[in-house]
């Protein structure tokens, strides 16, 4: 058990629905470096609950060094920092925190993670599966590209087919015109069978899989289609490897 000091920093992560994997990785890692840190998921809600979080963590009680962002914070985060990174100001969200010298700094480790997957792939059209601020995040890196958005609800769909002239919904009119494309999915849960009957694979060139879950149902079209497939372990790693190096004050 690591015993904790009043030299010792805090990192967090903070989420709707927290789980063990960064603690895991995060904590062992420092261990290794042998770091006085420690790494402690936490369930925030909504952004009352975080910014009730930041006003104790500014309160100086504990030494904090950073904090990883999920949903649903991801927005909020960007708005409470005092510098951001480049790929915040170009994907409208942070997904980290830096705390230093009674500054906060955010980056987007999710957006890195796609320039650097995407870089040097070339598609005529993007097809994103959800609406939420992973698939902003792509938005903004392809923003040069034709994107049609497949989401269970069309409210989020329609904010973003209003702010951006490139994104459109995926629908029975439009989907079969797609030729060379790309898949990117950021959504735990879509309705699969409508998916299926809209997309036609045989024009699909990779699928860009940003989800982890063991069971992916794109992996096993990917297969039945030869399609090039990445996982969301893929995706997951390549961001961490970017947070990893900016926790630990690294050069990205």
Do not use: W
Request: charge should be positive; aromatic fraction near 14%; hydrophobic fraction near 35%.
């Amino acid at each position: 058990m690591k015993i904790l000091d009043k030299s010792t920093v805090f990192f967090f992560s903070v989420s709707n629905n927290p789980s063990k994997r960064g603690s895991n990785f995060y904590n062992n890692l420092f261990l290794k470096k042998k770091k006085n840190f420690i790494y402690v998921p936490l369930l925030i809600k909504n952004n009352f609950f975080f910014e009730k979080f930041l006003n104790f963590l500014k309160t100086g009680i504990i030494k904090v060094g950073g904090i990883s962002v999920s949903m649903p914070l991801k927005s909020y985060a960007k708005k409470i920092s005092n510098q951001q990174h480049r790929s915040v100001i170009l994907s409208k969200n942070a997904n980290t925190l830096i705390f230093k010298k009674k500054k906060i700094y955010s980056y987007n480790c999710d957006f890195l993670a796609a320039e650097k997957i995407f870089k040097n792939k070339k598609f005529n059209n993007f097809v994103i599966i959800g609406a939420g601020s992973l698939a902003l995040t792509f938005i903004n890196l392809l923003k040069n590209k034709k994107i049609f958005i497949f989401n269970r609800t069309k409210k989020n769909v329609n904010k973003l087919i209003k702010k951006y002239s490139n994104v459109f919904e995926l629908n029975l009119n439009n989907s079969k015109k797609i030729k060379n494309s790309c898949i990117i999915n950021v959504s735990p849960e879509h309705n699969h069978k409508k998916f299926l009957k809209l997309v036609d694979f045989n024009e699909i060139k990779y699928i860009c899989d940003c989800v982890i879950e063991k069971k992916s149902k794109l992996n096993k079209i990917s297969k039945k289609y030869s399609v090039k497939y990445t996982n969301g372990n893929y995706f997951y790693e390549c961001q961490r490897n970017f947070q990893k190096k900016i926790y630990l004050n690294g050069k990205l």
